[in-house]
Antibody, heavy 122, light 112 residues
Framework: QVHLVQSGAEVKKPGASVKVSCKTSGYTFTSYYIHWVRQAPGQGLEWMGIISPSGGSASYAQKFQDRVTMTRDTSTSTVYMELRSLRSEDTAVYYC???????????????WGQGTTVTVSS | DIVMTQTPLSLSVTPGQPASISCKSS???????????LYWYLHKPGQSPRLLIY???SRFSGVPDRFTGSGSETDFTLKINRVEAEDVGVYYC?????????FGQGTRLEIK
């Protein structure tokens, strides 16, 4: 059974960084891209970027381009999302999510992690 | 970026009655392989989103057959045949035909 298990809730001060992990299991880690999507309180779903677990290449939403880095560790089948220079507007639930299509130019999400709450407050 | 527009943004439905949600995209979601990459998700409070429908009309594993997706190109609909109490939450459409993937604003379904 496919599982994406994320790290626990974080509380950060403005200007700090946060690194969220997403440990995968139940499938071949390198065969499926991983998206990161967030939801701020009272808001909808917002795409942040995507990473290829096989090669490690990542593509980011323009909004986060200069503040986010997505990485992976193939030895533990884990992907990471680091967001820097946090501000109060970054308070949100952050989700990792599996894409079934790989490097095909098309996208989708079939399985989601449980979410990680990140609170940015002074 | 492709803009996804859902209507209505909220609806209140009596159990056993049908419900319908519309999703319109600013560009065609038809990919070069002939498949249309439009998805529907249900996001319940305190849970992660759950895939209901993929490629416009295919139900994901375990999804009850009271959920039906339809549409083409830029105009899509999710229908719930007979709403049950467990169907409450926010429904999102999402496009996967180009990056960045984009979501509709969400439609909140509540039970009367």
């Amino acid at each position: 059974q496919v599982h994406l298990v994320q790290s626990g809730a974080e509380v950060k001060k403005p200007g700090a960084s946060v690194k969220v992990s997403c440990k995968t299991s139940g499938y071949t880690f390198t065969s499926y891209y991983i998206h990161w999507v967030r939801q701020a309180p009272g808001q909808g779903l917002e795409w942040m970027g995507i990473i290829s677990p096989s090669g490690g290449s990542a593509s980011y939403a323009q909004k986060f381009q200069d503040r986010v880095t997505m990485t992976r560790d193939t030895s533990t089948s884990t992907v990471y999302m680091e967001l820097r220079s946090l501000r109060s507007e970054d308070t949100a639930v952050y989700y990792c999510a599996r894409d079934p299509w790989g490097d095909s130019g098309r996208y989708g999400v079939d399985v989601w992690g449980q979410g990680t709450t990140v609170t940015v407050s002074s | 970026d492709i803009v996804m527009t859902q209507t209505p943004l909220s609806l209140s439905v009596t159990p056993g009655q049908p419900a319908s949600i519309s999703c319109k995209s600013s560009q065609s979601l038809l990919f070069s392989d002939g498949t249309t990459y439009l998805y529907w998700y249900l996001h319940k409070p305190g849970q992660s989103p759950r895939l209901l429908i993929y490629e416009v009309s295919s139900r994901f594993s375990g999804v009850p057959d009271r959920f039906t997706g339809s549409g083409s190109e830029t105009d899509f609909t999710l229908k719930i045949n007979r709403v049950e109490a467990e169907d409450v939450g926010v429904y999102y459409c999402m496009q996967g035909v180009q990056s960045p993937i984009t979501f509709g604003q969400g439609t909140r379904l509540e039970i009367k």
